[in-house]
């Protein structure tokens, strides 16, 4: 069974996040630690275990973006994906969630394969939208934010558990589909040295949009400028005795923040 | 009618529209100064629910109802409302961000070739285009969105719009149109429960309290448990506490958990970490106990407290309980 696994690179949570000086609608990519989305891991971690379980098949992770995202696909193929073909090209660089999920549709339309996985949502922009658009313009059936599942031993169906308020919706959904990953559907393993040894000889294929029969047009949703946050306000550092501190914080919430 | 602002109703699955429809309402009803209407996919719509639509301002409810509904699915849901789209031609369409909501509204719009702006914090119009803005890169920038054409396509951060009014003297028009509903390849085999709590559900709370490495072990959140119950709070933890094992992943607040907004945010033995920040940060009241003078989350704190929180946490509750009882 064919897997492909959609996976975006992102700055670190850690990293300090700076507008560009240049451009108000960018960040400044300067000094950025770059990973893989960490949601996308769950979704690779995914995709290795179920090839591991049926001890057949193939994953493949694919990526959108500049020549830096080669790293994030070497660290996908480091912990085990078969190869890795990267949607690189300038046209791109604007994609908004539609135009990636096109972009991701066309390479998965060539591909073929019985599931595709992806992360909830990536932490950079946190729009959660790609996996619902790829399967829309697949015109596949899709579950998001998934806690468990199970394909079947024909892998014809996958039963999946989809995470809503107040509880788990459980699904039999006939294949190929897209799937999303939310935490807590598994817990993604490090590469080994023989992984990341073994990943540098692995392909990565570019992908242009001529290879996919694509014209990518303009996006639907544009950037018109990054801000920065507000400042809050100065907080304040109640001392004293814990019970005469707490008499404080009661009444400050109710008197001056009308918080309670 | 056409060019009118779109508000999908979520529900609480017993025919009743969640709260959070107020503030979806109320924010269409400050954009587009005029027409404003509901649409209700659900297996069963109640005059009550209608009726609460109207008085939060919606002028028309589409109610959508069929047993196909229930529960959620994306193939069912979206070409019964874009075939809607395609006949009335809305100029925006709204809903709150929800799990259900995230994904059919995305669904949505890749199907109208539509710009998605999904979990906006704010709204306005320059001129004639709407401009949404949404945190970004873990909520240290706020990226302003604009969309290429209509129909505008958003979701809304729940806590963060001032709701409507409830007005009784104001009543929704109501319309019921047929669409065809599409046989879903996906079949629901079961729901299960989540084990109830008692307490609010962490996005929609208007108070969260929040325990983090500090509470040093899962049975400590009882005295958490026991404040929520005072002031009808949620509980949330944060990272480390969820990876220790403290608590379900469901209630881990912060970029890889929850994001909330409430009125009122109480973090207890939380140190403040950039991912447990970009789930809060957008909360009203922020309140911080630590023992960690140093502690990043009095960074952003309205209020704080340097102590420990075992004694701190029961007295507050004593506190509280003195000022809600009076």
């Known amino acids: ?260 | 009618m056409a060019n009118a602002y779109w508000c999908i109703v979520e529900d609480d699955r017993k025919g009743a529209p969640k709260k959070v429809m107020s503030e979806v309402l109320g924010e269409a009803g400050r954009l587009a100064g005029g027409t404003v209407e509901a649409v209700w996919l659900t297996d069963k719509a109640t005059d009550d629910g209608i009726k609460q639509l109207g008085a939060w301002g919606a002028s028309k409810v589409w109610v959508l109802e069929n047993a196909a509904f229930a529960p959620y699915i994306g193939e069912v849901w979206v070409p019964a409302l874009a075939e809607l789209v395609a006949k009335e031609s809305p100029k925006a369409i709204f809903a709150p961000v929800t799990s259900r909501m995230r994904e059919f509204v995305a669904r949505l719009a890749a199907r109208l070739g539509a710009g998605l702006s999904a979990d906006s914090v704010g709204f306005a119009m320059e001129g004639d285009a709407l401009v949404a803005t949404r945190p970004v890169y873990a909520g240290k920038v706020l990226a302003k969105m604009t969309w290429a054409k209509t129909p505008w396509i958003a979701t809304m951060r729940p806590n963060v719009f001032k709701p409507a009014e409830a007005s009784v003297a104001k009543s929704a028009q109501v319309e019921k149109p047929s669409v065809k509903i599409p046989t879903p390849r996906m079949k629901l085999v079961e729901r299960r429960e989540e084990v109830s709590t008692g307490l609010p559900e962490l996005t929609e709370a208007e108070t969260v309290i929040s325990g983090g490495r500090g509470m040093k072990g899962p049975e400590n959140y009882v005295i958490l448990e026991k404040m929520a119950a005072v002031i009808g709070a949620a509980v949330g933890a944060s990272r480390a506490a969820v990876d220790a094992g403290w608590r379900p992943h469901r209630f881990q607040i912060g970029q890889t958990g929850r994001t909330i907004s409430p009125k009122l945010y109480l973090g207890f033995g939380v140190s403040g970490a950039i991912q447990h920040l970009a789930g809060m940060r957008t909360s009203k009241v922020i309140v911080a106990v630590n023992k960690d003078p140093e502690a990043p989350i009095f960074k952003i704190a309205d209020y704080g407290i340097v102590g420990d929180l075992f004694e701190v946490v029961p007295a507050l509750t004593d506190e509280f309980k003195k000022l809600l009882e009076k």
Not at chain 1, 120 to 141: F, K, Y
Not at chain 1, 146 to 159: G, H, L, N, P, S
Not at chain 1, 233 to 253: C, F, S, T, Y
């Open chain 1, 1 to 260: 069974m064919k897997i492909v696994v959609a996976v975006k690179q992102v700055p670190d949570t850690a990293t300090q996040v700076k507008i560009s000086g240049a451009d108000p609608k960018a960040i400044d990519t300067a000094g950025i630690t770059w990973i893989v989305s960490p949601y996308d891991e769950f979704a690779i971690e995914e995709a290795l275990r179920i090839k591991e379980k049926r001890g057949q098949g193939e994953v493949v992770a694919v990526s959108l973006g500049p020549d830096r995202v080669k790293e994030a696909l070497r660290s996908a193929l480091a912990m085990g994906c078969d190869r890795a073909i990267h949607l690189n090209d300038p046209a791109w660089a604007n994609a908004d969630t539609l135009a990636t999920a096109q972009a991701l549709a066309a390479v998965i339309k060539q591909e073929q394969p019985a599931l595709v996985l992806c992360g909830r949502q990536a932490i950079d922009d946190d729009m959660g939208a790609v996996g619902a658009q790829l399967a829309e313009v697949l015109d596949w059936p899709c579950a998001s934010w998934i806690m468990d599942e199970a394909v079947d031993a024909d892998a014809k169906t996958v039963r999946v558990g989809r995470q809503v308020e107040g509880g788990l919706e459980v699904f039999d959904i006939p294949l190929p589909a897209v799937l999303s990953a939310q935490k807590g559907l598994n817990e993604p393993r490090y590469p080994t040295l023989k992984g990341i040894m073994g990943a540098k000889k692995k392909e990565i294929k570019d992908v242009k949009p001529g290879d996919l029969g694509l014209t990518p047009g303009a996006p639907q949703l544009m950037v018109k400028k990054l801000e920065a946050l507000p400042a809050r306000p100065p907080g304040r550092i109640i001392q004293g005795e814990v019970k005469d501190a707490v008499k404080e914080l009661v009444r400050a919430l109710r008197e001056d923040a009308k918080a309670i």
